[in-house]
């Protein structure tokens, strides 16, 4: 059978179909061609894909299995068969017309659980990964016998639906095809009877196909050619050849609706003849590859020749307008361009192309357009034969905006009844002309206005040496009337001092008959007073090359010369200034050479004057490690215009030794604006450096001093506890049993050695306090100041006699609970402690500052003398003998370093007899600025 299965069957209506069939029943499935093609495949078990068909034993037994199928395919309605892998596999035959088409293929299922060690095995005899082929074995479906049996019923049905539906489909393409067959014989037929040549290319066999009457076209008898593409190639012409693959292959690729192409194909007499070829693919295989093109071939031959003849004959009068010299255009009557030569598209800027079939007065400018217009008037024509000429001018636009003004000759050309057909005119581009011309005319008045108009002095003297002409500048300038100058010798009006230089400037020029530079000289006002004028001028000569006069321009420089002194006045002062500051100075060109130095630089590096001025810099002065980094510096700052920043730097005595110089640097400018070099302005800040790396050292040495302080306080307080206890313990047994036994000095004495060791315990305890202080290492906590303060009275437990108020409502405030107890214990216990009065008051209260809270705590106690204000917050320091009161001198000190912790401060104020009132603050919520010191 000539059909091939996927010609009969919906491939892809089978395709969803079988989806849905291995939704049902999870078996997968296939459709074979009758050469094992696989038209499609649904549900392929990873088992198979992954492992058996890629590994080469195991590929091996399913191409076994593949066989066996094979073989017994036509035995049974179905087979059914367990492959050399252990998977169970199904095959049904399609069968078209008794001839077998294809199979359907399903299975890659297990009949019951599999044995697992039995695949395990399998695994490790063939190298596979043990745990993903397991995974695999299970999700293959396990479908029993009984449930294989009706899905092969349905299997077989299906089969037999499809052969039902591929018989049908095969009718139909054979009544299609017998349509077609009769269809091509009656075109054959009909070319066969033209001068076109028809082709017929089967890509399958690759054979071509050529009717009778394309080989007559070219000269070839049947049989003459052989009937392949590579033969038809190689009788193209060499340089057609790639023009027509690329347009046959864009065809083929579905780049172009058809194939179309004009090339030179070889006749048998061994001429080149000219053929235009057309086809178009006309079947295509389910892949989209094209199975079969056809086409004609016709004979142009004789229209390419009389076409090469034309383009010939438009080439050689093409040449002819384009090697003149001048602007040609050729139009009709109506002024439509029809011709354009080179020169017309140098100076429009445009092509031919761009102009072609356009106006010519759409070329020129608006106020040129209607004169233009009536050149193609040909009723106002007066001429009174063909081939007189008209001259004009008129403005061109050009294609980037610019005129050209053209200088036209124009003529008419006229047919046998005298009506004009063509204007073909002859342009001179003039616009350089008119230019020079206009320019001329501007110089002249331009000239003038000068003579009249310039601040300087133009004026000629002749070869003695007397005034023949000045401007009126002269006037302006020197006060003095034209008249009062001319025919007057010039050395009268120059200063005795300058008068041989001026002779030698005008002499100069007239021996030598060259231009000369300015000169400065000195020349007198009518005031009497003395002008400085710079002068150049040079000899004007007559046709023969001989002098007439010398001819100068003079301007007034006084104000120049003087602010040219005044900073040549303020340079030496500079320098001088430099010269006399303790700093390194200096100054460099554009080159890094140093042009100047004060005498600071020199003695601190050890060099003279003579020893580096004119060198460089960096090779002179700068240590060899970082001299490449400076340079980098320097050319950056100098292409970016902004001036060198080293910050801190080192320079090398000449002795080998650095220094270190702390610089302040500036560009220097030309008048242009461009870089000069710059100024280097530097301290030497070797000593001070020496000296805070002493003092780094030393802070270090303070830091660690201080962190074994506080080791050492706490291991004092500490251990010291201890035997302490024991101390007290023993007074106290002491006291207890033999304090009878005492007399009352005895008795005054224990008492006062019970209070000793309570003072030194305290003692102890307080520095444990303070020596914890940086150590404690808490988190901050939004805490309610009011419920701190309470807590804190409640512990210490007031007298009686003593009342304490909270007088407003305490903020809310982030900070470390442990730190702020002690802060308000300290403070409350003290104003407790020193209460002298049978009625004791102690008033808290607050006030929001903004960026942070003053807090007070006042008492109506004994007070405190305002010479000791300082003195009490200093550790260990006590107002009253610890006898007389016991006490730490620890107390106040906590609070200080605590509140300062905070970035606070704490202060008393106080009157004898009248109370105390301590203030401190702590950072408010809104101050997000603030951060806890360390301070030691």
Sequence with gaps: MRYHLNEILDIPMLQKLMENFYNFSGMATSILDADGKILLAVG?????????RVCPQTECRCRQSDQYLKEHL???????YKCLNGLIDCAVPITVDNQHLGTFFTGQFLSEPPDEELFCCQAREFGFDEYAYIDALRRIPIITEDRVESIMA???????????MGLQRLHQLEATDEIIRESEERLRLVLEGSNNGYWDWNFETGELYYSSSWHRMLGYSEGDIEPTYLAWKNLIHADDRP???KRMNDHIQRNTSQYEAEYRFLTKSGEWKWVQGIGKVVARDIYDHPSRMTGLTADINERKLAEQQLQEERNFNAALLDTAGDLITVCDQNGLIIRFNQVCEQITGYTFDDVKGRYIWDMVVPEDIKPTKAIFNVTDVNWSSPGLKKYFENHWLTKDGKYRLISWNITSLFDKEGSSNYFIGTGTDITRQRII???????????RSIFENTNGIIYAVSNDGKFTFVSPGWTETLGHDVYEIIDRPFEQFIHPDDVHICWDFVNKGFSTNMPQKSIEYRIKHKDGSWH????????????????????GIAVDITEHRHATEARKEYARRFRETLENVKLVAAMLDDQNRI?????????????????VINQDWFDTFVPPDIRKRDRRIIKKSLERGISPNFGASELLTRSGKRRIILWNNTILLNPDGSSAGFAVLGEDITQRRAVEKRSQELMQELESTNRELKDFAYIVSHDLKAPLRGIRSLAEWIYADYQDKFDEAGQEQLTMLLNRTTRMHNLLEGILQYSRLNKTEESKDQINLNEVINEVIEILVPPDNISILIENEMPLLRLERTRIFQLFENLISNAIKYMDKPNGEIRISCQNQDDYWQFSVKDNGCGIEEKYFDKIFTIFQTLKSRDEFESTGIGLTIVKKIVGMYGGKVWVESKIGLGSTFHFTLPSPKNDMWRMTNAN
Excluded at 154 to 164: A, E, P, Y
Excluded at 532 to 551: E, I, M, P
Excluded at 595 to 611: A, H, I, M, S, V
Aim: net charge negative; hydrophobic share 35%.
């Design 44 to 52: 392929w078990q990873d088992i198979c894909t992954k492992f058996h």
């Design 154 to 164: 349905f299997c077989v049905q299906l089969t037999r639906i499809l052969s039902t």
């Design 74 to 80: 036509h035995e049974k309605p179905y087979i059914l």
């Design 243 to 245: 023009a027509v693959l």
């Design 532 to 551: 400085w004028n710079t002068s150049s001028g040079t000899t004007v000569k007559d046709r023969s090359g001989n002098s007439l006069y010398f001819v």
């Design 595 to 611: 042009t100047f130095c004060n005498d600071f630089l020199l003695q601190l590096l050890g060099w003279k004057r003579e020893e």
């Design 437 to 447: 011309e206009e320019r001329l005319r501007e110089s002249e008045a331009e000239l």
